[in-house]
């Protein structure tokens, strides 16, 4: 590619004449409004269309109107001006120590016990902080388009090079099941379990659903299809209410807040199945922030979730990690 090539089809402020034009619909009213002269504006919208080699503006009509090629410029010049207006306010804040914005995406079965954590302590190094709750999938996929700055879930993208991964907790499967209900404890009862109770699941949509469900293939168990759902708390919700039993995790019960008199946890008969959460960022760009909001997450779950699972179901005690 030669350099000709490679430069850049305009500049900044042909694209603020550009869109000057656009909403004044008029090369002189754009002009009055930017403070120069009509030629200038005119000369810049010219030089414009010259270097991206289509028409913008279609100037047969009065006022004169966008061409669809100059649509999608408008769109796309707002959104590129917008981030450079802003380019200063980030780097001023950056010299005070803090960041201008962080956007953070967040695993829903982490949601009540992190989300005030995590708020808290990225507060304090952003002026503008956003939390998104859902499933890790969609977090992962707005990381790696820039739209999340870093998320905490149960992928570690692990197949995704440039990223820096912090593990927070491993932690089992475990079965769940109705209060006063006959827990099975080898695989061959946890084929037949289905024949009392019906077998609640975790959506596809989910890590965790996909994980069981090839857990299961694995152990050549088939529940029959029925109840699926995207949150811990759908799931454990009808177990509590004597609905069906489920495979689930500590956190994912202990994020539900339900108490031990109306559900009973065992653990997960066969081949241990474990998850991972972690949080991933891209590689170096937030600087040592990720591993110490890492440390601040761990120490807040130990405080609200994982002392007390080791209280409620002590046979864990060895096994969050």
């Not at 089992?172 to 404890?185: E, G, H, N, Q, S």
Request: glycine content about 6%; hydrophobic content about 45%; overall charge positive.
């Amino acid at each position: 590619m030669t350099a000709r090539q490679n430069r850049l089809p305009f500049d900044l402020h042909a694209l603020e004449a550009f869109l000057a034009v656009c909403e004044a619909r008029s090369m002189a009213a754009a002009a009055k409004k930017l403070s120069l002269t009509q030629p200038a504006i005119s000369q810049a919208i010219a030089d414009l269309e010259t270097r991206t080699r289509v028409k913008l503006f279609d100037r047969s009509v009065r006022p004169i109107a966008l061409t669809p090629a100059g649509e999608i410029m408008r769109q796309r010049a707002s959104a590129l001006l917008s981030e450079a207006r802003q380019i200063t306010t980030a780097i001023r804040h950056t010299a005070r120590g803090r960041l201008a914005l962080i956007r953070a995406g967040l695993v829903d079965s982490l949601s009540r016990a992190l989300t005030g954590p995590v708020a808290s302590f990225l507060a304090e190094h952003a002026e503008q902080v956003s939390i998104q709750s859902g499933l890790t999938a969609s977090h992962a996929g707005s990381l790696l388009t820039r739209n999340l700055d870093l998320f905490i879930g149960v992928d570690d993208m692990s197949d995704i090079e440039g990223l820096d991964r912090f593990e927070l907790l491993n932690e089992p499967y475990i079965l769940v099941f109705p209060d006063k209900t006959k827990v099975p404890r080898s695989i061959a009862e946890l084929a037949e379990a289905a024949d009392r109770l019906p077998f609640l699941r975790y959506s596809a949509r989910s890590r965790t659903g996909m994980d069981i469900e090839r857990h299961l293939r694995r152990l050549n168990i088939d529940f029959p299809h029925g109840l699926e759902f995207d949150t811990p708390f759908g799931v454990t919700d009808m177990v509590a209410r004597g609905k069906g039993f489920a495979i689930s995790t500590p956190v994912c019960v202990a994020e539900t807040a339900f108490d031990g008199n109306r559900i009973r946890t065992a653990p997960l008969p066969g081949p241990s199945l474990r998850r991972t959460l972690t949080l991933v960022s891209r590689r170096q760009e937030l600087g040592p922030l990720p591993r110490e909001l890492t440390r601040a997450c761990k120490a807040a779950l130990e405080r609200s979730v994982l002392a007390g699972l080791r209280e409620t179901m002590p046979w864990l005690r060895d096994e969050l990690r």
